[in-house]
């Protein structure tokens, strides 16, 4: 799986997560587990991954959705 964005707005990945399941793109939120580790202060950030054979096509419809600028390269 690739990683397309690392965040701590947790809207922002609900936003990204809803996004990708409307488009039928299987997803997966990393490091979610962490967050009740430390307390749910929101300090860890989370990463939202997607299947490398679908990666272009997520990313084009996370910047047409005005989320360009928080892909990671």
Same mark, same amino acid.
């Given at each position: 799986?690739?990683?397309?964005?690392?965040?701590?707005?947790?809207?922002?990945?609900?936003?990204?997560?809803? &996004?990708?399941?409307?488009?039928?793109?299987?997803?997966?939120?990393? $490091? *979610?587990?962490?967050? #009740? @580790?430390?307390?749910?202060?929101?300090? &860890?950030?989370?990463?939202?991954?997607?299947?490398?054979?679908?990666? $272009? *096509?997520?990313?084009? #419809? @996370?910047?047409?959705?005005?989320?360009?600028?928080?892909?990671?390269?």
């Amino acid at each position: 799986m690739i990683e397309l964005i690392r965040t701590n707005d947790a809207v922002l990945l609900s936003f990204a997560e809803s &996004l990708m399941k409307d488009a039928g793109i299987h997803c997966f939120i990393a $490091d *979610e587990g962490m967050s #009740i @580790l430390e307390g749910s202060l929101g300090m &860890l950030p989370r990463r939202l991954l997607v299947e490398a054979d679908r990666e $272009d *096509e997520a990313r084009r #419809i @996370l910047t047409d959705a005005g989320l360009g600028a928080e892909l990671r390269s």
